[in-house]
């Protein structure tokens, strides 16, 4: 057995590191290894396939160093890759071993929020033409009605360090414009990308003040943490010595550094890790 078994958390690039903050938090005790794909992000506008084989690619590398249980912080990964993960992937690779995503955490509790029965997601192209969310949350609140908005220039705009700036105004305004449009009676908003907890106080601040804006940190670590009391066979597996290390594919790893330390609150120092 290896000495660590750390819990794997992916993301394309930064964002899964708002989600990573949240389960740290409130799961401090555990082992962690983030990583970034960097080198070959955004993944929001490539079709399925790609994304699949860029996701496996990631996961395995986090199973080559010890995690036995991988989450995808990164709803273009999960709601692309993770179901053929699960239902094949892992039955070749090792069916002991575990990736979860976000979406369906999310889709369990979200429906909890809305006094309307309306929700907005905002996403990345790639997360709203899946059609995830429609299912997800229709299987758990089928009364619950769904309005998708495709977001595709905030991600830029936040990994490029604008999202402070002035110029990002505008084009959060015109998408938050468009999901509202679709219905005056929504109620609550979910950011259903780990990237755009950096633009909530401007979204928030173009909303009307009745409207609530919920981000999927909290939520995905309290299910994780569920998820655990729930399956000791996992739990007992992993090792608890509070060591985080980060990972990315891009060999720029200080530029890597600047933008992690900001997604994830404190000083990051990563590695960089070479495709094969």
């Given at each position: 057995?290896?000495?660590?078994?750390?819990?794997?958390?992916?993301?394309?690039?930064?964002?899964?590191?708002?989600?990573?903050?949240?389960?740290?938090?409130?799961?401090?005790?555990?082992?962690?290894?983030?990583?970034?794909?960097?080198?070959?992000?955004?993944?929001?506008?490539?079709?399925?396939?790609?994304?699949?084989?860029?996701?496996?690619?990631?996961?395995?590398?986090?199973?080559?160093?010890?995690?036995?249980?991988?989450?995808?912080?990164?709803?273009?990964?999960?709601?692309?890759?993770?179901?053929?993960?699960?239902?094949?992937?892992?039955?070749?690779?090792?069916?002991?071993?575990?990736?979860?995503?976000?979406?369906?955490?999310?889709?369990?509790?979200?429906?909890?929020?809305?006094?309307?029965?309306?929700?907005?997601?905002?996403?990345?192209?790639?997360?709203?033409?899946?059609?995830?969310?429609?299912?997800?949350?229709?299987?758990?609140?089928?009364?619950?009605?769904?309005?998708?908005?495709?977001?595709?220039?905030?991600?830029?705009?936040?990994?490029?360090?604008?999202?402070?700036?002035?110029?990002?105004?505008?084009?959060?305004?015109?998408?938050?414009?468009?999901?509202?449009?679709?219905?005056?009676?929504?109620?609550?908003?979910?950011?259903?990308?780990?990237?755009?907890?950096?633009?909530?106080?401007?979204?928030?601040?173009?909303?009307p003040e009745d409207v609530r804006v919920i981000a999927q940190g909290d939520i995905v670590a309290k299910s994780l943490a569920d998820y655990l009391h729930r399956h000791p066979e996992m739990e007992?597996?992993?090792?608890?010595?509070?060591?985080?290390?980060?990972?990315?594919?891009?060999?720029?790893?200080?530029?890597?550094?600047?933008?992690?330390?900001?997604?994830?609150?404190?000083?990051?120092?990563?590695?960089?890790?070479?495709?094969?």
């Amino acid at each position: 057995m290896l000495k660590n078994q750390p819990i794997g958390i992916f993301d394309s690039g930064y964002g899964g590191l708002t989600v990573f903050r949240s389960i740290a938090d409130q799961l401090p005790g555990y082992d962690y290894i983030y990583l970034g794909d960097n080198a070959r992000a955004p993944y929001g506008n490539r079709s399925f396939n790609t994304i699949h084989q860029y996701t496996w690619e990631c996961v395995q590398l986090l199973f080559g160093m010890g995690c036995p249980l991988v989450i995808l912080a990164c709803n273009t990964a999960s709601a692309k890759a993770l179901r053929t993960i699960q239902q094949q992937d892992l039955k070749k690779e090792d069916p002991a071993k575990r990736v979860l995503g976000v979406i369906r955490p999310t889709a369990e509790v979200i429906g909890n929020y809305t006094t309307t029965k309306e929700i907005g997601v905002l996403g990345t192209k790639g997360t709203v033409q899946s059609g995830s969310y429609f299912i997800e949350i229709n299987n758990f609140f089928p009364n619950v009605k769904v309005y998708q908005q495709a977001c595709p220039l905030w991600v830029p705009l936040i990994e490029n360090g604008e999202s402070d700036k002035p110029g990002a105004d505008y084009f959060v305004a015109s998408y938050l414009d468009q999901i509202l449009a679709q219905s005056s009676n929504i109620d609550t908003i979910l950011l259903a990308c780990t990237h755009y907890p950096l633009l909530q106080d401007k979204i928030k601040a173009y909303l009307p003040e009745d409207v609530r804006v919920i981000a999927q940190g909290d939520i995905v670590a309290k299910s994780l943490a569920d998820y655990l009391h729930r399956h000791p066979e996992m739990e007992t597996r992993l090792t608890q010595n509070g060591t985080r290390q980060f990972f990315t594919t891009s060999d720029d790893t200080p530029d890597f550094d600047h933008h992690a330390s900001i997604f994830f609150s404190e000083p990051v120092k990563s590695e960089f890790i070479p495709l094969k």
